[in-house]
């Protein structure tokens, strides 16, 4: 299964295998404060795409099919995360302040896709 959490709101340990999401560092979090175990910033939209998307509901679908054309075009970023899901939990952790609309449950949505 592969969960999506803010990581604002999911400081502690679950027995998931925990990753970070974002291609930047979230504000505020002092990294030893966090129970992660990866970072994996390749598997985040390009800031150029983060920076046009700019959480704009309206954008969402266009925003979903730029970046999984980003992602198809690197395979080697988001295959680690699939084999994860393939042992068990994975949690993808995101700082974005819009839970509805952010590149995580886009991320989730394309891998589970591809779970077999």
Known sequence: MIKVERIYASKEADGSFRVL????????LKKDALHLDAWMKEVAPSTQL???YAHDAERWEEFK?????ELD???DAWQPLLEAAGRG???LLY?????QFNHALALRQ???ARLP
């Open 89 to 91: 939990d994975v949690t």
């Open 65 to 69: 099919a730029r970046y999984f054309a």
């Open 73 to 75: 075009a690197h395979p």
């Open 21 to 28: 999401v974002d291609r930047l560092w979230p504000r505020g």
């Open 50 to 52: 983060r920076q046009w």
């Open 110 to 112: 394309y891998l589970e």
């Open 95 to 99: 700082a974005a302040r819009t839970e």
